[in-house]
């Protein structure tokens, strides 16, 4: 017999209006249940107020996990319904190859890429609606482990993990900014959108898709999985991602770093958070060779987007896009690109929720690149003819100044099916809009500026319309490249004029010295 609390657990458990298109021996799966704490009105057809009763607070001793747990116990365990395996990226539904998710692979038999394959047909079998509705259920709460906006959907990420092996920072739920003045006043916008997908954990959106892989990692070591510590070659975000939560599951961490291509605050983040972090005398594509070649000898796990773990993670940023417009979809998505996983993990996000039903199309995406580390670009505007990888020079948007992008082919398939377009920013028009950006109140990434700079040249030529809803997907945290800014306003780059440039005036310690000053500047008309 259910128990007094499990009752109570229930009543508050959302339950959307379900419509099964097959329907099932237990309809209610037990990983669906969230144990949330409101019984929101969405849920009702009729709009009047849900009965309301107060969740009662835990036992001290007992923490989320645990609650969850025993949530889990009462209402029957935690088997899921859903599943997902490894297929060769792109093979079509007959290759037949695959693989079990607790295996410890990154490439196909032929040596191409893999992909996460979920069993769409058990996803269908709920409808559009509910899932929505389900999604909508979880935001922003501090149920274990749905409170994160990755693991809000967790059937459609990993389905099948238990959420005792999840390590989590509640990553996700990130702000979608109206840049309602940057929009206006450089480009006539008024539906102008920017994901900050790195207010996050890390400061970068890598936390998506580290919560994933590191969370699986987790579960293969207590499977006892030959994996002794977790290894990524790095610009400065994934390194940054991966060291914190192997930190916090207390797992090794090895991380390659490029030597004295990332920022400070990059290179501090796993010193501080305790990896085996070596400063190699190459490149990020120099280290993404050696780790490659170091995971396929040692059992080190890869961490790098190679492995389609992480972009079941980072999709989700697309799902939450679209949750946060009330599943309204946007014209337009433009990403950073530099190794290229993440644009391939929008298109995914995207196309789940329109195979899904819970849309009725996707947004075309935009890829943005550095002009300085321009593979896809070049390889785009030769009409996807001849893809050569480059030396990637340096770039103020050192995050990705890669030349030989690992997902390539997953970037290509993304933009071919979302009648998408590849744009590139120099060194000048990145920083001018990342400083212009910056004078509306944002405080946004070099990588953001090359986002910033595809947007104002799509809507100089009029491919991007005055009204069009457009979402720039802002990729870290504007604090991780303050040194870029202070040689930007101080007016320091060879050969750029820093248009925007807001240099600090000195004074004496001086009441009249200071007053003169306010006067002229007042007199002048402050400058907004
Ligand atoms: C801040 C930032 N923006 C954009 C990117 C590009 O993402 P991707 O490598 O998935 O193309 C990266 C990493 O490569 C990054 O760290
Ligand atoms: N910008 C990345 C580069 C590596 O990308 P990944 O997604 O393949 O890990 C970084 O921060 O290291």
Redesign the pocket.
Known sequence: MASATSLFYSSLTPKPKLVYQNPLPNHRPSLLVVSSATNDSHNNNNNSAPPTALKKRRPAEENIREEARRHRLVDGGSSSEFSAKYVPFNAGQYSGECYSLDEIVYRSKSGGLLDVQHDMDALKRYDGAYWRSLFDSRVGKTTWPYGSGVWSKKEWVLPEIDPDDIISAFEGNSNLFWAERFGKEFLSMNDLWVKHC?ISHTG???DLGMTVLVSQVNRLRKLKRPVVGVGCAS????SAALSAYCASAGIPSIVFLPANKISIAQLVQPIANGAFVLSIDTDFDGCMKLIREVTSELPIYLAN?LNSLRLEGQKTAAIEILQQFDWEVPDWVIV????????YAFYKGFKMCEELGLVDRIPRLVCAQSANANPLYLYYKSGWKNFQPVTANSTFAS??Q?GD?V?IERAVYALKNSDGIVEEATEEELMDATAQADSTGMFI?P?TGVALTALIKLRKSGVIGASDRTVVVS??HGLKFTQSKIDYHSKAIDGMQCRFANLPVQVKDDFGAVMDLLQQYLKKGPKV
Request: aromatic share 4%; glycine share 20%.
């Open positions: 790195g970068s959106f890598k610009t400065g975000d994934t987007s950073p690109g530099g190794n290229l996983g993440n644009i995050a990705i890669i992008p997902s990434c990588h990729t870290a």
